[in-house]
Nanobody, 119 residues
Framework: QVQLVESGGGLVQPGGSLKLSCVAA????????IGWYRQAPGKQRELVAT???????HYADSVKGRFTISRDNAKNTVWLQMNSLEPEDTAVYYC?????????????WGQGTQVTVSS
């Protein structure tokens, strides 16, 4: 059973930085499309960034130029570097990973990590 374990959230002042990590473990597989999503209180979950195996990345307009998604396929690890954080970035952040195992594909979500941007 594959599990995703997230870390790196916390409290940061406006203008600060955080780096979120998401590690996939528990089987023989490879990472396919990866993504980060977030959900603020009272709002729907929204896409923050995605990355395909071919290197095509997509960012929400609200984070372009501030956030960077990256991966290490050998370590089954996904990151989200967040710079110039704003109070509006406060949310629970979730990683989402499509895993390929043999001929099958599976979609997994992390447990979420809280990011709070406040002075």
């Amino acid at each position: 059973q594959v599990q995703l374990v997230e870390s790196g959230g916390g409290l940061v002042q406006p203008g600060g930085s955080l780096k979120l990590s998401c590690v996939a473990a528990g089987g023989i597989f490879r990472l396919n499309t990866i993504g980060w999503y977030r959900q603020a209180p009272g709002k729907q979950r929204e896409l923050v960034a995605t990355d395909t195996p071919g290197g095509s990345t997509h960012y929400a307009d609200s984070v372009k130029g501030r956030f960077t998604i990256s991966r290490d396929n050998a370590k089954n690890t996904v990151w989200l570097q967040m710079n110039s954080l704003e109070p509006e970035d406060t949310a629970v952040y979730y990683c989402r990973v499509e895993i390929v195992s043999g001929t099958l594909r599976y979609d997994y979500w992390g447990q979420g990590t809280q990011v709070t941007v406040s002075s």
